[in-house]
């Protein structure tokens, strides 16, 4: 199978997944890990129930996933409305308020998998966590 899935000849296109951390939150390490988490999951099915054309590529090259930080609920809003008007697959990652978030704060945006340079287009702006 996997040989097969080598073989084949696919188009040079790199994907990835991006996920936006809000830093205001002082959330810890394991509650970041946990919500990007949870976007990844939320990500990977919206792209298999939309037949995202990029999720082949991304799970064939190794899921390549980016964690970059975000000052503030501003910030995903506004990357999230962006990601949208890309036509970006994006999703928002709101707290269910059982450990260290008041529930219902949004605490990541994930983008992907797309094209690198789409996502790229819409979080340039943003360093790596």
């Known amino acids: 199978m996997l040989r097969n899935l080598f073989n084949k000849k696919l188009p040079s ?6 996920f936006l951390v809000r830093t205001d939150l002082a959330m810890g390490k394991g509650k970041v890990a946990s919500q990007v988490a949870h976007a990844s999951i939320c990500l990977y099915k919206q792209a298999v129930k939309e037949r995202n054309p990029y999720l082949d590529m991304w799970l064939t090259f190794g899921q390549p996933k ?31 308020g ?32």
């Open 13 to 18: 296109v790199r994907t990835k997944m991006v």
């Open 66 to 96: 980016i964690v970059l930080k975000a000052s503030s609920e501003k910030d995903l809003l506004e990357v999230h409305r962006r990601a949208l008007d890309h036509s970006l697959n994006v999703c928002k990652v709101l707290d269910g």
């Open 98 to 129: 059982k450990t260290q978030i008041e529930r219902g704060s949004l605490t990541v945006v994930g983008i992907g998998p797309n094209r690198v340079e789409d996502i790229d287009e819409v979080t340039r702006e943003f360093k790596l966590l």
